[in-house]
């Protein structure tokens, strides 16, 4: 194939890339922070005996791990204002599936964590006056944590690529912005091309974070 490539299609003026990748990356905190504390608090609730209170927080947990997160955003965006009965902005329709998806997996991640500390640690707690709460707080967690920040470290990574899904609701993130470049250029190769060396740009740090961490602390 004789392609010639032009990449003058993406030397656009700074502040239009720009725009897109703080889209990108503030979704990706935002919706991350939200879902760890969605996670951090579903957790401790998934820890308990209760079925009545295990089993709801299970049934959204598996809700959002086994369907597409971009059938999430568009039911969030188009079906939800019509359940409701009232319109959603884009933008907020867009953090609330991102956020909850996001929680989904932070919940199995707290879970797991707080879970794969030995029994004795608990009962060694316990042993000393204290209690559940303070057994968690004090003794439990800080241990728990260091397993659960490399694969929350890995989860960020996964979630800043999600936010390529946004386009399908026109926020104007990184995807939405080569999406407007394709269709008035006709240049999907070297757009694509360039957008993708940003996402590098803005992962590869996180994935070497998410390195170190496991290696630290495995």
Known sequence: MDYRWDFAAVLLPPEFWLLGAVYTVVYAIGTSMAGCLIGMVLGSLMLSRRRLVTWPIDAYVQLFRCTPLMVQIVWFYYALPVVIGASMPSWFAAGI?????MGAFTTEIFRAGVLSIEAGQWQAARAVGLSYIQALRLVILPQAARRMVPPLVSQSVLQLKNTALLSVVAI??????????VSETFRPLETYTAVAGMYFVLLYPLVALSRRLEMKWE
């Open 97 to 101: 599936g991102l956020s909850l998806y």
């Open 172 to 181: 104007p993130e990184l995807m939405h912005r080569s999406a407007v470049i």
